[in-house]
Nanobody
Framework: QLQASGGGTVQAGGSLRLSCAASGFNWDQYTIAWFRQAPGKGREGVACITTTGGTKYYADSVKGRFTISSDNAKKTVYLQMNSLKSEDTAVYYC???????????????????????WGQGTQVTVSS
């Protein structure tokens, strides 16, 4: 199971930190990703991190503003979001999948790759 938390309402330029806590599965060799979905739009990959090796990837739209990190002892992945913009407003989801390392870079942002482990979503609203 994945439990996402930390959403809220913040003014443009502000910051939030999302958490994704995992339980009930072997943490090793997973790719943990954050996705977001705005009203009327598809689910967009935001960032991911591999639990083994800590490799990170980001969507171009968040590079330099968002930082993904993990605490393997706590089985928790964080998404630090700074310099938030109104276009960051969305429901944010975390997901986990065992993706072979050679495919992570090219597939991490495709939501269909994550077949079974999804968090429940947390709302992020950025007011201008």
């Amino acid at each position: 199971q994945l439990q996402a938390s930390g959403g809220g309402t913040v003014q443009a330029g502000g910051s939030l930190r999302l958490s994704c806590a995992a339980s009930g599965f072997n943490w090793d060799q997973y790719t943990i990703a954050w996705f977001r979905q705005a009203p009327g739009k598809g689910r967009e990959g935001v960032a991911c991190i591999t639990t083994t090796g800590g490799t990170k990837y980001y969507a171009d739209s968040v590079k330099g503003r968002f930082t993904i990190s993990s605490d393997n002892a706590k089985k928790t992945v964080y998404l630090q979001m700074n310099s938030l913009k109104s276009e960051d407003t969305a429901v944010y989801y975390c997901a986990a999948e065992r993706i072979p390392s050679v495919f992570v870079q090219t597939t991490w942002s495709n939501p269909r790759v994550y077949t079974s482990l999804w968090g429940q979503g947390t709302q992020v609203t950025v007011s201008s």
